[in-house]
């Protein structure tokens, strides 16, 4: 199984600041990453897909980098809404596999 | 647009057999390249992974719980299913089904919004 480690686990941070979260996989995915946000009692929301690529409808200040083994999600001037945990996600190879997830708060 | 709604029992008794649907409303289930997947999350915890199919039957199962996981999908009624036998509390979890495809990078998109499934006598 491909293994995923995020960090940090959890960022303070307040508004209009820029967060970066890093994702690294055990072997390489070449760009086969996603990133999900997730807010409490709700279902996780893709955000970015295919390592770079901003899904439809989601915010231009976020962004995604990375291929290989090592990956970014970089939230440019945070807004009150991102409050919440964000996940990476490796689709390379079966089993899929998360990573621990990132939290940002105030 | 594409929705998603799991439903079945919210309660489960040790050893039993959990099962869920979920149902697939905007579109059909049986447009070619996508798979249709479950994902977990127990309380205060992160996302597992269990398992996909495809509109002809295809599955891929996580290794960890294959064993006792069964995905089915009924393309008549636009449905595919989850299946997990001999439960523990450790199944007990949110559980999320999902659409996976090349309209996302492969990724999971949409979501269901998810339902809460307890294993307890």
């Known amino acids: 199984d491909i293994q995923m480690t995020q960090s940090p686990s959890s960022v303070s941070a307040s508004v209009g600041d820029r967060v970066t979260i890093t994702c690294r996989a055990s072997?390489?995915?070449?760009?086969?990453l996603a990133w999900y946000q997730q807010k409490p009692g709700k279902a996780p929301k893709l955000l970015i897909y295919?390592?770079?690529s901003l899904q439809s409808g989601v915010p231009s200040r976020f962004s995604g980098s990375g291929s290989g083994t090592d990956f970014t999600l970089t939230i440019t001037s945070l807004q009150t809404e991102d409050f919440a945990t964000y996940y990476c996600?490796?689709?390379?190879?079966?089993?899929?596999?998360f990573g621990p997830g990132t939290k940002v708060d105030i | 647009q594409l929705q998603l709604q799991e439903s079945g029992p919210g309660l489960v008794k040790p050893s039993e057999t959990l099962s869920l649907t979920c149902t697939v409303s905007g579109g059909s289930i049986s447009s070619d390249g996508y798979y249709w997947g479950w994902i977990r999350q127990p309380p205060g915890k992160g996302l597992e992974w269990i398992g996909s199919i495809s509109y002809s039957g295809t599955t891929y199962y996580n290794p960890s719980l294959k064993s006792r996981v069964t995905i089915s999908v009924d393309t008549s009624k636009n449905q595919f299913s989850l299946k997990v036998s001999s439960v523990t509390a450790a199944d007990t979890a949110v559980y999320c089904c999902?659409?996976?495809?090349?309209?996302?990078?492969?990724?999971?998109?949409?979501w269901g919004q998810g339902t809460l499934v307890t294993v307890s006598s």
């Open positions: 999902a659409r996976r495809g090349p309209s996302s990078g492969h990724s999971y998109d949409p």
């Open positions: 996600q490796q689709v390379n190879s079966f089993p899929i596999t």
């Open positions: 295919a390592a770079s």
């Open positions: 072997q390489g995915i070449s760009s086969w």
